[in-house]
């Protein structure tokens, strides 16, 4: 039975985890030895399942002749590279020389194979006929990096699906494939020793250009698989890097993310002292919010010009009333007594605008990855922590394939009479999925920042007919009749900002950036 459960940045369960991607590089390699062995009976989701494709041409094993190309070239790869593995031993047997050649043979092999599946670019932008240019979309920048065994065909694709999916051209970054056991190895090196391969290099690159432009008010970065590590390593030179303001224009999109941690720092000392004197309080949302103006055009929505209010005149203290965490309030200059808009947000703001993590149960990357990190508790305080907010979903089609698994299943394409793909269908089986929230037992009960990065939280006790007890802050359903809605269930829809974008649509953005930081904690 498919079911979606959500939580916030490594909420922790009851088993441990005592290392973090600071220990020592040799430490980290064996236990991701040991955990690729833990969890090596998901390894056939991979690329499982087979069927059904319904993304047509843009899915990674449908029957075209690219794709069977692709698909024939990592078979021989396979059988080399494990050949060339069990075949090691055998180096110490044999003189020098013989060793030196077999090795050059070997590679010079395995690399005329790959360059059959990278080409020579290592950036491409998505065709036009899926996602024209458009004005409304011209401040912002979409960039896409691949995960693991990923040709120059596949991420044409991915790029293709996503323009098609959210209305907006894509930036592709291409981290070339050395065949999947390689890439594996790769994925090792890269998230235990922080080795900075030129894909990543050319991403930060592009991403740090893309942040300082003016022109741009938001970057938005979607990452798969080995994307994750590759993504991960970019944000911890752009968080040493960029200012405050820049960092804000970013938002982070990542599916079956197979990196060991997640970096997004507290923008004030004042917040992160909130989250570590109550880790276990959930934000609660005033009913004061009474009205939030709400709109799907993207040159209709604009921030409310904000002033600073303490609302009882007092400075930030240790503790809110009754034991609550303090809450950043930011009040509207156009409100007044008859007519006032108030936008409350949690205290425990950070650097990276919004991080969202999808990732299915049975996917073996996930597991090794976000899923095993996030559902641990930290043996210390003082381990980083992995930030983020999490979708989990255990689902008969949640393999690890970018656009025949995720996007399929997560975000469905739409066609019109004639067959052809016109868009992101607006209803699909994952999004109206009812959100279980931190289920005791694997996770515990404390949801702070898996909603603290919401622009707006609205109180879903109050919507009639609800059967929800207590404060549940949630995303109001920007595109969505809320009187269609009538058990008050959380769905994922409520939840997801990048479903948000679907369609050319655009999730309204206040407060955020230079409106959040110009705001003062209440309490």
């Known amino acids: 039975m498919d079911r979606t459960e959500f939580f916030g940045s490594q909420v922790g369960g009851e088993s441990v985890i005592n290392y973090s991607y600071t220990d020592m590089p040799w430490k980290l390699v064996l236990w991701d030895i040991r ?4 969890f090596a009976w998901a390894l056939p989701w991979v690329v499982w399942p087979l069927r059904p494709c319904d993304g047509g041409h843009f899915d990674e094993l449908s029957f075209t002749r690219q794709n069977i190309w692709c698909m024939v070239i990592h078979a021989i790869l396979i059988v080399l590279q494990l050949l060339f593995i069990l075949a090691l031993p055998l180096a110490l047997l044999l003189p020098v020389w013989m060793v030196a050649i077999g090795l050059a043979v070997f590679f010079a092999i395995n690399r005329l ?9 290592i950036t491409f932008t998505s065709d036009p006929k899926y996602a024209p240019a458009l004005e409304e979309h011209a401040h912002e920048q979409w960039i896409f990096l691949n995960g693991v065994a990923v040709g120059e065909a596949w991420l044409k694709s991915n790029i293709n699906r996503l323009a098609l999916t959210f209305k907006r051209p894509i930036i592709g970054v291409h981290n070339r494939t050395d065949g999947i056991i390689f890439d594996v190895v790769e994925c090792l090196i890269q998230r235990n020793f922080g080795y900075a391969t030129g894909d990543v290099r050319a991403a930060y690159k592009i991403l740090r250009e893309k942040l300082y432009n003016p022109k741009y008010s938001k970057v938005i970065f979607i990452l798969h698989s080995q994307g994750g590590i590759e993504g991960g390593l970019v944000l911890d030179w752009l968080l040493q890097e960029l200012p405050q303001d820049l960092l804000a224009k970013l938002e982070v999109y990542t599916f079956g993310n197979a990196s060991n941690h997640f970096n997004n720092p507290h923008r004030h000392a004042d917040s992160q002292q909130v989250e570590r004197m109550f880790p276990d309080k959930s934000t609660h949302i005033p009913t004061a919010i009474t009205e939030v ?13 904000l002033k600073r209010r303490v609302s009882n005149g007092s400075a930030f203290g240790a503790t809110g009333t009754n034991g609550v965490p303090p809450s950043l309030t930011l009040i509207s200059e156009e409100s007044s007594l008859s007519h006032a808009t108030a936008y409350t947000v949690p205290a425990s703001d950070r650097a990276i605008a919004h991080v969202e993590h999808y990732a299915h149960t049975t996917d073996f990357v996930a597991l090794w990855g976000i899923l095993h990190f996030v559902t641990n508790e930290r043996a210390s305080p003082e381990m980083p922590r992995y930030i983020g907010r999490v979708f989990r979903r255990t689902s008969s089609r949640g393999g690890h394939q970018f656009c025949q698994h995720y996007l ?10 004639d067959g052809e793909f016109v868009g992101c269908a607006e209803k699909n089986e994952f999004m109206s999925s009812i959100v ?11 949801i702070r920042e898996g909603i603290e990065t919401s622009w707006s939280l609205m109180e879903l006790a109050g919507r009639r007919g609800s059967d929800v007890k207590g404060e ?16 008050g269930k959380v769905r994922v829809k409520d939840l997801s900002r990048l479903w948000q974008y679907r369609n050319g649509r655009s999730p309204p953005d206040h407060p955020t950036g230079r409106e959040m930081r110009r705001a003062t904690f209440a309490v």
């Open 472 to 487: 549940v802050p949630v995303h109001g359903s920007f595109s969505e009749d809320k009187n269609k809605i009538e058990d």
């Open 293 to 305: 103006p709400l709109t799907d055009s993207p040159v209709s929505t604009r921030p409310p010009s």
């Open 35 to 38: 955990y690729f062995f833990t």
């Open 113 to 121: 194979l790959c360059l059959g599946l990278n080409g020579k670019t």
């Open 408 to 417: 399929n299943g997560m975000f469905p394409l739409e066609r019109d009479a």
């Open 436 to 446: 279980e929230v931190a289920e005791k037992g694997t996770e515990k009960d404390d």
